[in-house]
């Protein structure tokens, strides 16, 4: 008789998202008149840049042709793409990727939740509290995160790296030494970041303990700082120690149409001298087809001149929503942070409210939807989300409502 992975009864709840997609749908069915802003789930509003949309009706077109037609992509993606990302995201920020270490894929979120299965079933990981969720529930998936405790909302073997206020919420080094370190910078769902100094400091940890770390830069063409990364392989020694794993959702719009890539040098290999490199790409030649032809074409156009133009053109009107929020916000009282290199705001709850609390008083009073800070970790208690990703509109909508409650 079959049996099911039992690591999966472990999982606490329903994923985050999915629990608060069913709360708007049940106040929305129960209050059908009103008129419900969201700046819950980070998902983009623009419509797609135009010079991305002429690539697509140009892909589409060749596809209606024979000699242009193209069925299987190549499983690690096409070459016109892979050689646009090494010149644009990392020659060009003086970082040593080549094309062959470019895995591209259906998106960062899928990358960010299988890679853990190159990994040994009895690595430790480290991540900072509060977290992106897929990477804790994919190593649980896994059966890498031991006995979770409801009380604490945390798992045994997971080591947890607090980000509060009081660190700036950086995270510090752990006591016990991880073997794999999930990073995410600019982070979701802080919105905070560190200085390229302080990742170095991270690269040079991992390399002295043999740790690897995992490297979430989807939000990287947010960052408006100087001395901040935009990926870790900008900081020396990072080939021996790091996986990046990058996004086409928010930099250009590709939330419906899917887009990524992970980057996994050739330099990195486990204590036994073994390649990740040809085990991702073991990995994925037998569990992946490419990402479709039409989709990377358009990925091809986010790094032509105009492409190139239009997205920042799309990021700065994100940018000045977070700048409304966090002055808005900022100007009712409330304590905040994030919103400048990261279209995430952080907020601290007013008047003691649990996150969950002040989700439902902002969804009943104000009709606007945000993320509730502990639905990322238990270091989220007492913090709340918004995002910059709404229309404008919406945003200095939501804003005013807020200021009024
Ligand atoms: C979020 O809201 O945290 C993100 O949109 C989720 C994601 O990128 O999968």
Known sequence: MFKVNDNYLKLPGSYLFS??????????????????????IGDVTQPLAPAIIDSLHKAVDEMAVKETFRGYAPDLGYEFLRNAIVKNDFEARGAKVTADEIFVSDGAKSDSGNIQEIFSADNKIAVCDPVYPVYVDTNAMAGRTGVYNKDTELWSDVIYMPCKAENGFAPEFPSEVPDIIYLCFPNNPTGATITKDALQKWVDYANEHKAVIIYDAAYEAYISEDNVAHTIYECEGARTCAIELRSFSKNAGFTGTRLGYTVVPKDLKDADGTALNALWARRHGTKFNGAPYIIQRAGEAVYSEEGKRQTREQIAYYMNN???IKEGLASAGYSVSGGVNAPYIWLATPNGMTSWEFFDHLLENANVVGTPGSGFGPSGEGYFRLTAFGTYENTVEALERIKRL
């Open 19 to 40: 629990t608060i997609g069913r709360k708007v749908r049940e106040y929305k069915e129960a209050n059908p008149d009103k008129d419900v802003i969201s700046l819950g």
């Open 322 to 324: 977070a700048k409304i």
